[in-house]
């Protein structure tokens, strides 16, 4: 066992530039052990680098990043952390794949080089499918599920590795909004009931505020970090000129609003 | 023909190296498909062509090359030009796809140069163009063996990353998953199976039974497994049929197997058809 005090995440400092554009300038944000935290802000305010720096998609530039204890270039546990990337709303419909395949693939690092999977590594996979409710579709081609169902295949791939940390970038897009509420409930549930710490990016705080317990508001720095109560606390006509408009900060209408926040 | 076969040596030769090909070529065929890659083979045939000419062309004006087997050199420039497309894929990042063009007109301006500097070349050059049964020596065919043995192996061993990495290369490398090097691997293994697959189809035709058995396996495979054993089948069908079909008929044998590649490829995609009619489950 780690030391609980250990923050899951902790970012210290950290700028980046894409070549002239700065996009993220002196981030500093905590996350941590069971925490559900959102991150939200406008496009292009430098949410999304900040997850592929974590992700170790993009390379640091400045500042320090540390995860679970040690800094990011020390890291190898990277099966503690799972990811959902928005990305898997728009994967090549037409791969092969069935859902089987594609929840198993997130054991690839689990597993090291050169193994195959044993039948326990079967039953992890079936239960990671199970826990999405997608056990029916199992020998299904992913391309034939809708794309709620296939943003949740993404989830089980991230699970069956039973990550400590998860991460999803904008996870509801392409999601139908009907389907937007069930999703946010499996995530409180992985949340509350087994212990995983939630990162979440999202421009859409309306639908998710009820369910996270920390909110981080972002443009290019941060602007606000603390537990949900305290977000809703803030000036919310303050909030939405700050962020621009495609920030949602009332809870109750996001039913009409949903389809056109892109 | 069964008779002929234990007969004569080179087509023993052709027919055991058309096997083989028959399934290496789409078994790799299958992650160049769904990796959006199906011209990559196309520009790796092409400087293939170049090394084969550079071959020709040092054998016709040096005399202590002669005996060398072209298809080593053929090799050599394909691995180099899969070398050159990953580095143009990182030069123009937001224009991957102009690392094919840059390479296969590359390899075709370089082939014509040499092919001009020898004042052209006997039919031997034909053989390589579009495929040549009695060209397949017993050499070739240990080649072809040993080179299989090593792409099945690594596939084998490298199944999970290989898969990961074609359909998610972000994930993938998200995991901790050594992306460039897996890619690096893949890529020359591409290289290989084409020049290696080149005596039995020709340069022109290889990237053919690398991806239409692939294309075929799609319209009806499940999953990723399946779609890799009915590559394979459908490409040992295509070359085996072809090459059949090829000595009774006195026909070109690469053209045959392309053509009996296509003509399955043109029964699952109406297979599929009647398979839609039916109430699709979603």
Redesign the interface.
């Known amino acids: 066992m780690e030391t609980r005090q250990e923050p899951v995440i902790k970012i210290e400092d950290v700028s980046f530039r894409y070549e002239k554009n700065n996009v993220l300038e002196r981030v500093n944000l905590t996350v941590n052990e069971g925490d559900f935290l959102a991150i939200v802000g406008p496009n292009g305010s430098g949410k999304s680098t900040l997850l592929k720096l974590i992700l170790n998609l993009l390379k640091l530039q400045n500042g320090k990043i540390t995860l679970f204890g040690e800094e990011m270039n020390q890291f190898k546990d990277r099966q503690k952390i799972g990811f959902v990337s928005q990305k898997a709303n728009s994967f090549n419909t037409g791969f092969p794949a069935t859902v089987f395949e594609v929840v198993a693939s997130g054991l690839t690092k689990k597993l090291g080089l050169f193994k195959w999977m044993k039948k326990e590594d079967r039953r992890h996979v079936i239960d990671a499918i199970d826990s999405v409710g997608l056990r029916e579709y199992e020998t299904s081609n992913v391309g034939e599920l809708s794309g709620g169902q296939q943003q949740r295949v993404f989830i089980a791939r991230a699970l069956v590795s039973e990550p400590k940390l998860l991460i999803l970038d904008e996870p509801t897009v392409g999601v139908d909004a009907q389907h937007v509420q069930s999703f946010y409930h499996m995530l409180e549930d992985l949340n509350k009931n087994r212990g995983i710490t939630l990162l979440l990016v999202t421009h859409d705080i309306g639908t998710i505020s009820e369910r996270v317990s920390h909110v981080a508001c972002m443009n290019k720095t941060l602007h606000f970090h603390g537990k949900t109560e305290e977000f809703e606390r803030l000036d919310k006509a303050e909030v939405s000129t700050f962020y621009g408009h495609d920030v949602h900060i009332l809870s109750h209408d996001h039913h009409h609003h949903h389809e056109g926040v892109r | 023909m069964i008779a002929a076969i234990f007969e004569y040596e080179f087509l023993q030769n052709a027919f055991l190296t058309g096997m083989i090909i028959g399934i290496i070529a789409p078994l790799l065929g299958v992650y160049i498909v769904?990796r959006?890659l199906s011209l990559i083979a196309d520009a790796l045939s092409h400087v293939t062509l170049a090394g084969i000419a550079a071959s020709l062309l040092l054998e016709k004006k040096l005399t202590g090359f002669s005996g060398v087997n072209p298809v080593y050199m053929g090799m050599a420039f394909s691995v180099t030009g899969s070398v050159f497309i990953e580095k143009l894929r990182s030069v123009y990042k937001h224009y991957q796809e102009l690392a094919i063009p840059i390479i296969l007109s590359g390899g075709t301006g370089l082939s014509v140069i040499f092919i001009s500097l020898a004042d052209g070349f006997n039919s031997d050059l034909f053989g390589y163009l579009f495929g040549s049964v009695s060209a397949v020596s017993r050499e070739d065919l240990w080649l072809i063996i040993i080179i299989s043995v090593i792409i099945i192996a690594i596939i084998v061993?490298?199944?999970?990353?290989l898969?990961?990495l074609?359909?998610?290369e972000?994930?993938?490398?998200?995991?901790?998953?050594p992306v460039k090097i897996v890619h690096f691997i893949f890529i020359v293994m591409v290289a290989l199976v084409i020049a290696s697959s080149m005596r039995i189809v020709g340069i022109l035709l290889v990237s053919a039974l690398m991806t239409l058995p692939v294309a075929a396996?799609?319209r009806i495979?499940?999953?990723?497994?399946?779609?890799i054993l009915l590559s394979v089948i459908f490409g040992e069908v295509s070359v085996l049929g072809g090459l059949f079909l090829a000595y009774y008929l006195d026909l070109a044998p690469g053209g045959t197997i392309v053509i009996i590649a296509v003509l399955i490829l043109l029964v699952t995609i109406l297979l599929k058809k009647v398979k839609t009619s039916r109430p699709?489950?979603?």
């Open positions: 769904v959006r061993s490298l199944y999970k990353e898969f990961l074609s359909f998610d972000e994930h993938a490398q998200a995991s901790g998953i396996s799609m495979a499940k999953g990723f497994k399946q779609t699709a489950k979603v």
